[in-house]
């Protein structure tokens, strides 16, 4: 069982620094470029789809303990993180319907692992 929750965590790490790497992914977005050859290839680009391709290889990992029926659960919780890190880094405000569909997502993860 330990063993287990140590790789649901391994799974979450994955899926929070994939939040991460689309955070940063946003504010290269939010650049101008002087084309768009340096719009696809500049160094947060290259960082961002770089840590999305470690945040997969983490995912598998923790796939040889977590069933496969408990990856979208977990998965969700990027939705949570995302909503954090844009608020804090991205100065983005949380509205009554993101809290809303925020406590959704909460509720399903909740009702899934009961």
Not at 16 to 19: R, T
Not at 82 to 87: H, L, R, T
């Given at each position: 069982m330990l063993e287990k929750l140590i790789f649901?965590?391994?799974y979450l790490l994955g899926v929070?620094?994939?939040?991460a790497s689309q955070i940063?992914?946003?504010k290269s977005a939010d650049?101008?470029?002087s084309s768009k050859i340096?719009?696809?290839l500049n160094l947060n680009v290259i960082i961002s789809y770089t840590i999305f391709f470690i945040a997969t290889l983490i995912t598998i990992?923790?796939?040889k303990k977590v069933p496969a029926s408990m990856?979208?659960?977990l998965g969700a919780t990027g939705y949570i993180f995302?909503?954090?890190?844009?608020?804090?880094?991205?100065?983005?405000k949380i509205s009554k319907m993101k809290m809303l569909g925020l406590g959704i997502i909460v509720a399903g993860i909740l009702i899934y692992a009961l």
């Open positions: 649901i965590g391994i929070l620094i994939s939040s940063l992914l946003k650049k101008k470029y340096k719009e696809y990992f923790a796939f990856g979208p659960i995302v909503a954090i890190f844009s608020w804090i880094f991205l100065k983005e």
